[in-house]
């Protein structure tokens, strides 16, 4: 996929940060893209709604701690992605390692992550300004609508 420059204006008003404790978790649409912002443990996060696996909405997903790290579990196929990197996390096993065991293993950096600030009890997200492709851009946009309908299709047809 070719790089794409990513949108940099911003920081983006996204709520007073009293109402957005209480909700825990409140979607977003900025410029034109959709966020998640998490308050957890006494951190906001801000990520991609939809997963980049398959574009399940992350917004009621469980969050477990896995390897040391916060991550937000994906409803649809328990994709384990973390809160503050975007990496996604799996356990595998190395068969040229003996004795075998299970361990974790990072995808490296799949789920765009976007920087919450807060002043004042208001709390802003500035959209990434990371450079080049990352898998949860692929469920963004109109294009990405389409992208989920068309997922969520095929995995009613397989049930």
Same mark, same amino acid.
């Given at each position: 996929?070719?790089?794409?420059?990513?949108? &940099?204006?911003?920081?983006? #008003?996204?709520?007073?940060?009293?109402?957005?404790?209480?909700?825990? +978790?409140? #979607?977003? &649409?900025?410029?034109?893209?959709?966020?998640?912002?998490?308050? !957890?443990?006494?951190?906001? @996060?801000?990520?991609?709604?939809?997963?980049?696996?398959?574009?399940? &909405?992350?917004?009621?997903?469980?969050?477990?701690?896995?390897?040391?790290?916060?991550?937000?579990?994906?409803?649809?196929?328990? @994709?384990?992605?973390?809160?503050?990197?975007?990496? *996604?996390? @799996?356990?595998?096993?190395?068969?040229?390692?003996?004795?075998?065991?299970?361990?974790?293993?990072?995808? *490296?950096?799949?789920? +765009?992550? !976007?920087?919450?600030? $807060? &002043?004042? *009890?208001?709390? @802003?997200?500035?959209?990434?300004?990371?450079?080049?492709?990352?898998?949860?851009?692929?469920?963004? *946009? $109109?294009?990405?609508?389409? $992208? +989920?309908?068309?997922?969520?299709?095929? $995995?009613?047809?397989?049930?």
């Amino acid at each position: 996929m070719a790089d794409k420059e990513q949108p &940099t204006a911003g920081p983006h #008003f996204v709520g007073k940060r009293d109402e957005l404790i209480e909700a825990k +978790r409140s #979607f977003r &649409t900025l410029e034109g893209r959709d966020i998640l912002i998490i308050w !957890h443990q006494g951190v906001f @996060y801000a990520m991609d709604s939809y997963c980049y696996h398959a574009g399940g &909405t992350l917004q009621n997903g469980d969050i477990e701690e896995f390897n040391g790290k916060l991550c937000i579990i994906c409803p649809k196929h328990k @994709y384990k992605i973390s809160l503050a990197e975007g990496e *996604g996390l @799996y356990k595998g096993v190395d068969p040229a390692l003996k004795p075998s065991m299970p361990r974790w293993y990072s995808k *490296g950096v799949k789920q +765009r992550i !976007h920087t919450v600030t $807060e &002043t004042n *009890g208001d709390v @802003y997200v500035k959209l990434s300004d990371e450079c080049g492709w990352i898998d949860s851009d692929y469920y963004q *946009g $109109e294009k990405g609508k389409v $992208e +989920r309908e068309k997922a969520e299709a095929a $995995e009613k047809k397989q049930s």
